[in-house]
């Protein structure tokens, strides 16, 4: 089976077009903590291989491409020549999307002296719970077929509804694997946000 692959970050190039597609490059740090005796790992390019549909899907062009923070999923792919990947791996992108950053706090205190609109609302950015670390899409999450079988605490299930109602946001990140995006604990919340179709929701990766 195929190793996924998921990139998030700002490009570090520009959008450079092919015959048939596209190719950018994005960048990822390697881990500090290598095991005792091996060599820690440095920084890794990718070379993402995109056709135009997707793009524009995504509403990515050459003028925004490097402004913007997004996350790639694909596989990697060795059927390409060197002059078309200059990156260390070759990604072939299956979805992107472009992640929505965090305002500053000069902006924040713009914002909140502003009245605020029940219709504005759909818009606000995912709040950050106690605990988070990332925002991912939803739909990346796995789910092991041990939570599927179960059937979480009612009462507890109905005070994290309650909350969202009142805030529109989940009180808690809920815990994945940090390679596989297989979910380990929190499976109450990610049933509650596909209820309430959210598509961003708030993680904390295994320890």
Same mark, same amino acid.
């Given at each position: 089976?195929?190793?996924?692959?998921?990139?998030?970050?700002?490009?570090?190039?520009?959008?450079?077009?092919?015959?048939?597609?596209?190719?950018?490059?994005?960048?990822?740090?390697?881990?500090?903590?290598?095991?005792?005796?091996?060599?820690?790992?440095?920084?890794?390019?990718?070379?993402?291989?995109?056709?135009?549909?997707?793009?524009?899907?995504?509403?990515?062009?050459?003028?925004?491409?490097?402004?913007?923070?997004?996350?790639?999923?694909?596989?990697?792919?060795?059927?390409?020549?060197? +002059?078309?990947?200059?990156? $260390?791996?070759? *990604?072939?992108?299956? %979805?992107? !999307?472009?992640?929505?950053?965090?305002? &500053? /706090?000069?902006?924040?205190?713009?914002?909140?002296?502003?009245?605020?609109?029940?219709?504005?609302?759909?818009?606000?950015?995912?709040? +950050?719970?106690?605990?988070? $670390?990332?925002? *991912?899409?939803?739909? %990346?999450? !796995?789910?092991?077929?041990?939570?599927? &079988? /179960?059937?979480?605490?009612?009462?507890?299930?109905?005070?994290?509804?309650?909350?969202?109602?009142?805030?529109?946001?989940?009180?808690?990140?809920?815990?994945?694997?940090?390679?596989?995006?297989?979910?380990?604990?929190?499976?109450?919340?990610?049933?509650?946000?596909?209820?309430?179709?959210?598509?961003?929701?708030?993680?904390?990766?295994?320890?």
């Amino acid at each position: 089976m195929p190793h996924k692959i998921t990139l998030t970050g700002k490009p570090v190039s520009s959008l450079r077009q092919k015959e048939t597609y596209y190719t950018f490059d994005m960048e990822e740090n390697g881990s500090p903590a290598a095991p005792k005796g091996l060599p820690k790992s440095s920084t890794i390019t990718y070379t993402v291989f995109i056709n135009q549909k997707q793009l524009k899907k995504a509403g990515l062009t050459e003028e925004n491409i490097q402004t913007q923070k997004i996350m790639v999923q694909g596989e990697p792919t060795l059927d390409v020549s060197v +002059d078309d990947c200059p990156g $260390e791996i070759g *990604i072939v992108c299956f %979805q992107v !999307s472009i992640l929505t950053e965090k305002k &500053n /706090s000069t902006e924040s205190s713009k914002v909140s002296q502003e009245p605020v609109k029940n219709e504005v609302k759909t818009e606000e950015k995912p709040k +950050d719970p106690e605990g988070t $670390e990332d925002f *991912i899409l939803l739909e %990346q999450i !796995s789910v092991p077929e041990a939570f599927l &079988n /179960s059937r979480p605490n009612p009462e507890k299930t109905q005070q994290v509804v309650d909350y969202v109602k009142r805030t529109g946001f989940l009180d808690e990140p809920i815990t994945i694997n940090r390679d596989t995006k297989i979910l380990t604990d929190g499976y109450r919340r990610y049933i509650l946000a596909k209820k309430v179709k959210l598509d961003l929701v708030p993680v904390a990766y295994e320890k």
